[in-house]
């Protein structure tokens, strides 16, 4: 074509060159020139159109051969299973038995083959292979098994209604045996609607009609989820009072009512299995299953995706509501009846506990017993508390508390937390200690513990002190036992050490009777025992007097500081010398 298409243009160009040709005919030619590419075109095309055809009819050919054997294999287990069947009818005892079970082999692998041949079908035509011939040639045999799908949907569920029938006329000792056949049927029946709404949906992939399957699928669902939450509820509610009648039960009664317990939940179980997988169906299908779910969170307890949903949280948020509010209706009366009681009984042993206090701390000043007031407190506190622990335990027992077991519960906890708080312990002894042999009272200043000062507090655990400076300080009990304790205040008499020097050049007797005549003009020195002024030592730099009055404990530091200033005062005026260390330095040159 090429060959020409040139010829053709030279051939032309020659017969313009040598002008013996018209208008016409080089218009002709020229119209036949541009014809001839279109038509080079058009060849090329079709050309490509017959090699697409014959790769089409390859891949045909290639899915032929491939689902070929499965169509086979269909038809070979559909022959076996009318050949089971026409057994099946004539058959009895084990035979029979054994004969279903392998019908019902067959048709779970005649399902599992169509299945994969179902999904090999729709892959290729996703990949744009034409498959409708052999759609059409399994179009009944697919409808065929979907109609299958479904008589053993209602077969099964015959099965099930049966197992509850004898269920509820077994003996105690063969419930649970059938109640495992149940939950097995039970987990067939789902099996055989997640295939049913499988199957449908790999129909409508293929173009065939699934619309009564779809329907028959819908209300089965519907009918199914409405039965099946009906007895979770009324399970719900068995466990609940059987849990409450566990609670005044005998021990023979309640052996009877675990039993119970034990079935019911199994019962439950396999129910809120049948109704999680008819919920997850209902959602694929875009059928309202959020009651459903709600009750299945109830059932089970456990969170699943639907509890993002907010139809679900906010039925949950209304059951629970509903639930509050009709358990207030139910038992608010009785619980504020029994609130009134126990704060009356409380207030009650509160003013006892009150009086007995006042009644111990009379008896206790009255008594001609030397007590020390940290031992008063004490037994004040305690027979306070111990009146409140009584009457804590009367308003206990109001409310059905059972206060022997109690008390028991109470032991082993408190041999636990002896090992767990020994610290503690250690300082509760050490306080006891102290009440029993009274090294110091509320109000004596102590040195104890590494610090010092007045006591202004103590219980069973720490005592408080406050410092001179006005600092609140508490020290563990077994610090203070732990160690050297200082009584400065215990007791009524205290001796004033005091030391005054007075220069070598000084006349020593003038210094004493100035000492003297200072110590007899204050009043609060004692005359018994006698104070002493004495030359005690001499010292480096002055001969040094010790004055030792005796006062009173609360004019200790009163005396010490009134004392020291009329000593210095005095010797001021009489010309007594207080002298200061000092040393004398000689420096020796050597001789010329």
Do not use: C
């Not at 456990?302 to 509903?322: H, M």
């Not at 126990?342 to 006042?358: P, Q, T």
């Not at 804590?392 to 767990?420: D, K, N, R, T, Y």
């Amino acid at each position: 074509m090429l060959n020409q298409q040139i010829i053709l243009q030279v051939s032309v160009i020659n017969m313009i060159n040598k002008k013996r040709v018209s208008f016409a005919v080089l218009f002709l030619l020229s119209t036949l020139l541009a014809i001839q590419p279109p038509v080079a075109q058009a060849q090329q095309q079709k050309k490509a159109e017959t090699e697409l055809v014959v790769q089409n009819n390859d891949s045909a050919t290639n899915l032929t051969q491939s689902t070929q054997a499965q169509i086979d294999e269909l038809k070979r287990l559909e022959e076996e299973l009318n050949l089971i069947r026409q057994d099946l009818d004539k058959a009895t005892g084990d035979d029979q038995l054994a004969l279903t079970n392998r019908s019902l082999q067959v048709k779970a692998n005649y399902r599992k083959t169509m299945q994969q041949l179902l999904k090999t079908l729709i892959d290729q035509k996703e990949d744009g292979v034409d498959a409708t011939e052999i759609v059409e040639k399994i179009e009944q045999p697919v409808k065929r098994l979907a109609q299958g799908i479904r008589k053993d949907i209602e077969s099964v569920q015959k099965e099930i209604e049966q197992l509850r029938a004898q269920q509820e006329k077994a003996a105690p000792e063969q419930t649970l045996k059938i109640q495992e056949a149940l939950s097995s049927a039970l987990d067939q029946n789902s099996d055989l609607i997640m295939a049913l709404f499988e199957h449908s949906e790999k129909m409508m992939a293929l173009g065939l009609d699934a619309g009564d399957d779809l329907r028959y699928l819908d209300t089965l669902l519907q009918e199914r989820a409405k039965s099946i939450a009906g007895r979770i509820e009324v399970f719900l509610d068995k466990i609940k009072k059987a849990e409450k009648r566990a609670v005044k039960a005998t021990d023979d009664e309640k052996k009877s009512i675990a039993v119970d317990l034990q079935l019911l939940s199994e019962k439950k179980q396999s129910n809120a299995k049948s109704l999680a997988l008819i919920i997850d169906v209902m959602n694929k299908r875009n059928l309202d299953a959020t009651p459903y779910s709600q009750l299945l969170i109830v059932a089970t307890g456990e969170i699943s995706g639907d509890i993002f949903d907010r139809k679900v949280v906010a039925g949950l948020t209304q059951q629970w509501v509903e639930s509050l509010q009709e358990w207030a209706k139910e038992n608010g009366p009785t619980i504020l009846l029994k609130a009134i009681v126990i704060i009356f009984i409380l207030l009650l042993f509160k003013l006892i506990s009150n009086l007995f206090s006042r009644v111990v701390r009379r008896a206790l000043s009255a008594s001609k017993l030397h007590i020390s007031q940290l031992l008063q407190d004490f037994f004040i506190n305690l027979s306070g508390k111990a009146v409140m622990v009584v009457g804590l335990l009367v308003a206990l027992s109001q409310i059905g508390v059972e206060i022997g077991p109690l008390l028991a519960g109470l032991g082993v906890i408190g041999f636990i937390l002896g090992f767990a708080l020994q610290e503690t312990l250690s300082n509760f002894a050490s306080g006891l200690m102290i009440l029993i042999y009274r090294p110091y009272d509320i109000g004596n200043t102590i040195e104890a513990g590494g610090v010092m000062g007045k006591v202004q507090e103590m219980n069973m655990v720490a005592t408080t002190i406050m410092t001179p400076d006005n600092q609140k300080l508490v020290v563990p009990n077994n610090k203070i036992w732990g160690g050297v304790i200082r009584n400065v205040t215990a007791q009524s008499k205290r001796r004033v050490d005091m030391v005054f020097g007075i220069g070598y050049g000084d006349d020593m007797a003038k210094a004493e009777t100035i000492l003297t005549s200072i110590i007899e003009a204050d009043s609060r020195v004692l005359k018994d025992p006698a104070p002493v002024i004495k030359v005690h030592t001499l010292g480096e730099s002055s001969v040094d007097f010790i004055v030792r009055p005796w006062v009173s404990t609360v004019d200790y530091w009163d005396v010490y500081w009134d004392i020291t200033r009329k000593v210095k005062e005095q010797f001021d005026a009489n010309e007594v010398s207080i002298p200061f260390p000092q040393r004398d330095i000689h420096i020796i040159g050597n001789a010329q």
